[in-house]
């Protein structure tokens, strides 16, 4: 019997294409994973000691905590966290901190408004983002880091709003250019047009205007930084796409990037990959940062 329900997106139907962006429907170890890397960062943290903590903007909110190496002068990376938009801990998605912290690389992880918080709206969400962009470039000497070493990397929404802000005008944001030398974007969402269709729009408030500016794969001339595209071959045929179009969007462009599909990963797994040296995502990030000194397992 077919499936007569019209297409909405592609040949996706209300459903299916719902169900593209509904992660525990695609995963269903969705909630273990999630325990797990909580469980992990509080590990990591009681063994390494808590962060430094510091406001990178007004609001309450705007937590950064920073995971300082031992060496001097090291490179930096900094994480943009996931959730659907909506507010997650930075505390509970820590642990990639130690992977860093042993290859020589400092690790910076921030706090920042869920739509919840914002009426929908995910603007505010990529100004405190995008504020946490600009403020480690301007502090990173004073913790330890060297500021012509700086990284970036996001995952699922956090993903989207890293690729995002980094096609800011960064003149106008005081750089002469992007301050970071490249970022991993980790199975995130580059065009918001089907996500809009989908049932997320119960919760965020897309307008014309969002999706057009916060579609990275309409802006590329604005991406001027090497980019890890990366997303996990058992994830939902919609993140696959999103991941792989955006790729070749970028190598039309002739724009530089890689791409890595992370055999047998689903979503939220690709996030616990960043932070295991022995994961085809973890070895590339690291060799992305130290390309000559990587504690990679080989």
Known sequence: MTNSAPKVWRDLDQTALDNAYDQPVNALNFYQVAERMTSQSQSMRSRRGEPIALSYGPLEIQQVHYYPASEPNHPVMLHVRGGAWRWRSAQDVAFPAEQFNAAGIGFAVFDFSGVEHTHGDLTPLLEQ?????????????????????????GFSSGAHLLAVALTSDWNSLGFKGC?????????????LAPVRLSKRSDYVNFTD????RMSAQRHLERLDLPLLLACGACESPEFLRQTTEFFHALEAAGKPAELLVEQGFNHLEMLEALGNPYSGLGRAVLAMINPARSNAPR
Do not use: F, N
């Open 179 to 191: 301050p970071y030398r490249a970022a991993a974007l980790v199975s995130g969402m580059y065009e």
């Open 209 to 212: 205007d969002i999706e057009h």
């Open 129 to 153: 983002v995008t504020q946490a962009l600009t403020w480690l470039p301007r502090h990173v000497r004073a913790l330890g880091g060297d500021p012509a070493r700086l990284y970036a990397s």
